[in-house]
Nanobody, 124 residues
């Protein structure tokens, strides 16, 4: 059974930083691209970042480029999202997702396995 468990969310002032982590189990982690999505109240879930299985390819939504960094540790079956210069528009529940394969995809429909989410709130 696949399990994805996010941690690291919290409350931060605008301009601050947070580091999210996601621990994966029950899947062939090294074979899968891994991604972060987020969902703000009243909005659809949106793509944030994705990383290929060996970290050779990454992609970000435009609004976080230069501020967020996705990384993974295949020995520990974890991924992380370092978020710097956070802004109120970054406030959302952040979800970890496992891809079906190593393809870099930015649509939620391409991901079958999801974590429960972790809340990030940025105060202005």
């Amino acid at each position: 059974q696949v399990s994805l468990v996010e941690s690291g969310g919290g409350l931060v002032q605008a301009g601050g930083s947070l580091r999210l982590s996601c621990a994966a189990s029950g899947l062939p982690f090294i074979r899968r691209a891994m991604a972060w999505f987020r969902q703000a109240p009243g909005k659809e879930r949106e793509f944030v970042a994705v990383i290929s299985r060996l970290s050779r390819s990454v992609d970000y939504t435009d609004s976080v480029k230069g501020r967020f960094t996705i990384s993974r540790n295949n020995m520990a079956n974890t991924i992380a999202l370092q978020m710097n210069n956070l802004q109120p528009d970054d406030t959302a529940v952040y979800y970890c997702a496992a891809g079906r394969d190593n393809q870099i995809r930015s649509t939620a429909q391409a991901y079958d396995d999801w974590g429960q989410g972790t809340q990030v709130t940025v105060l202005s």
